[in-house]
């Protein structure tokens, strides 16, 4: 996109504190649809994720200390990026009536990030204490790792206003004059997958493996 189409597209814009939640913006299509479709792709989404996440359980994996490890530095990372990068997390947090008039949540943008921030790092110093590092009992790891993975869908829908209503959200920082680029349609389906793993990893870390868990420290 060139610096003019960039500027265009701003000026179109302009009366929107943020200027993602006009309908269609930069072409998302879902976000343009009529509410009640809206609603419906919101759900059908959720449930592909759900049902993804469930089929990757059913596996019944086993993470083990390493992997539950691999997941804390993950988090805590995430954690840390909440507030590096505070600002352009605060985009992907859904506005009032999202999805079609769905997405009714109490808080500020800023106070979503950063208590979600504060709990991945929370989450992740957990896994990583009761798992490899066994500087605690399992179990503290097993709670964290149920903990992470309920924070996990209740920040899905960030991940699925990014999608629908092309929201910046955190990214390599545009040049100047332009619009942050878009995320290719297969780049959401790719994240989507990666959700679902995730999801599976947590229900690991939580649930599967190590009969001494209780009172291994």
């Not at 419906?40 to 992997?67: P, Q, R």
Request: net charge negative; aromatic share 8%.
């Amino acid at each position: 996109m060139d610096s003019s189409a960039g500027s265009e597209l701003k000026s179109e814009f302009d009366e929107w504190t943020r200027p993602w939640e006009a309908p269609g913006y930069r072409g998302a299509v879902i976000s343009a649809l009529p509410e009640n479709q809206q609603k419906i792709a919101f759900a059908a989404i959720s449930a592909g994720i759900s049902v993804g996440t469930a089929l990757i359980c059913a596996l019944s994996l086993d993470v083990g200390d390493v992997g539950a490890g691999v997941l804390g530095a993950l988090y805590i990372l995430g954690g840390v990026a909440h507030f590096a990068v505070f600002d352009q997390y605060t985009t992907i947090v859904p506005h009032e009536g999202a999805f079609g008039g769905l997405w009714r949540v109490p808080g500020t943008p800023a106070f979503q990030v950063t208590w979600t921030g504060i709990a991945e790092l929370a989450g992740g110093l957990g896994l990583i204490a009761g798992g490899p590092v066994h500087a605690v009992p399992h179990v503290v790891g097993r709670i964290s790792g149920f903990a992470l993975f309920v924070l996990t869908i209740a920040i899905t829908p960030a991940n699925i206003y990014a999608a629908t209503n092309n929201a910046p959200g955190p990214g390599p920082p545009p040049e100047d004059g332009e619009l942050p680029p878009l995320v290719e349609p297969s780049g959401h389906v790719g994240r989507a997958v990666a959700q679902c793993v995730l999801l599976a990893a947590l229900w690991s870390a939580a649930f599967n493996g190590c009969d001494d868990c209780v009172t291994r420290v």
